[in-house]
């Protein structure tokens, strides 16, 4: 995989019953699925082993795809308190597996990852999945029979819009002169 793509990123998106992950491989400006599938948790009955499970898992995909950055879907604010404490556990465990292999962390809002992919921040998983496809080029032979794995590539994915839009320019100079005192890195 190194060697083929400029960078890896790889997508999460939470959950304590299934959770999905998307690799999303980089090279110039040209985006490509690498892989996405879910992990499934709903056979652990403790609550702990599924943490564990969660943390082997993200952890032998890191190993597996040598990701440069991990993008992560934060969890969203509901009314049931023990579901986003188990929420906020499972995002922290994939987090953690991360970061054991030193593996930059960026945390995105779910309405910000749909308006990235769909330009509607509040579209529909099915939405999001549509326009992966039609982004990215997938099969539909590619996709997994969960929409966690298509949200997870999509967290990866807006991480890439959002690491590629270009750095504006030192603001603010009035004339000439005060430009170049401001930016002397930028002329010669």
Known sequence: MEGIYDKI????????????????????????????????????DDHYMRLARIYERVLGLVEQYLPDEMAIEAPFFGKNVQSMLKL??????????????????TEYEPRKIKMAITGNGAA?????MEMLKRIL?????????????????????????E???????????KSWKEFVAKNPDRVK
């Open 9 to 44: 990123i790889i997508g999460i998106d939470p959950g304590t019953n299934i959770m999905g992950y998307g690799i999303l491989g980089v090279k110039g400006k040209n985006p490509a699925m690498i892989a996405l599938g879910v992990i499934r948790l709903n056979k652990f």
């Open 88 to 105: 906020g556990r499972a995002q922290g465990v994939a987090i953690a597996a991360a970061l054991a292999r030193q593996v930059p962390i």
């Open 124 to 128: 529909s998983k099915e939405q999001v």
């Open 137 to 161: 080029s997938i099969p539909p032979e590619n996709l997994t029979d969960t929409l966690d794995a298509t949200d997870a590539l999509a967290a990866a994915l807006c991480h890439f819009y």
């Open 163 to 173: 690491t590629s839009k270009p750095i504006p320019a030192k603001v603010g100079a």
